[in-house]
């Protein structure tokens, strides 16, 4: 059974940082694209950053490039997403998600539709 664990939200002032952390259970990760979105009040689901199950291909969404860095560690079944220079927008519930993909892949894609299983979210507040 995939299960998916978040943790390390929670709240900083503007310009700080944070590492959340996604811990996975009952599957290989190393086989699976991974992604993380978020979710602030009132708005829809965004992707936030995804990687393909091969590490050669990550994207970023526009709004936070150059200011988070998403990373896995297969050994420890683990994915993280480094948030630096955080704003008072990046405010969200943030997910971590994985879906399977046959063969390596070369490509990931940022819509929370192409992703099947998703942990339970983490709230990041970003405020003075």
């Known amino acids: 059974q995939v299960q998916l664990v978040e943790s390390g939200g929670g709240l900083v002032q503007p310009g700080g940082s944070l590492r959340l952390s996604c811990s996975a259970y009952?599957?290989?990760?190393?086989?699976?694209?991974i992604g993380w979105f978020r979710q602030a009040p009132g708005k829809e689901r965004e992707g936030v950053s995804c990687?393909?199950?091969?590490?050669?291909?990550?994207d970023y969404a526009d709004s936070v490039k150059g200011r988070f860095t998403m990373s896995r560690d297969n050994a420890k079944s683990t994915m993280y997403l480094q948030m630096n220079s955080l704003k008072p927008e990046d405010t969200a519930v943030y997910y971590c998600?994985?879906?399977?993909?046959?063969?390596?892949?070369?490509?990931?894609?940022?819509?929370?539709?192409?992703?099947?299983?998703w942990g339970q979210g983490t709230q990041v507040t970003v405020s003075s």
């Open positions: 998600a994985v879906t399977f993909e046959p063969g390596v892949q070369d490509t990931c894609n940022l819509s929370p539709g192409a992703f099947a299983y």
């Open positions: 009952g599957f290989i990760l190393r086989n699976y694209n």
């Open positions: 990687t393909s199950n091969s590490d050669v291909y990550t």
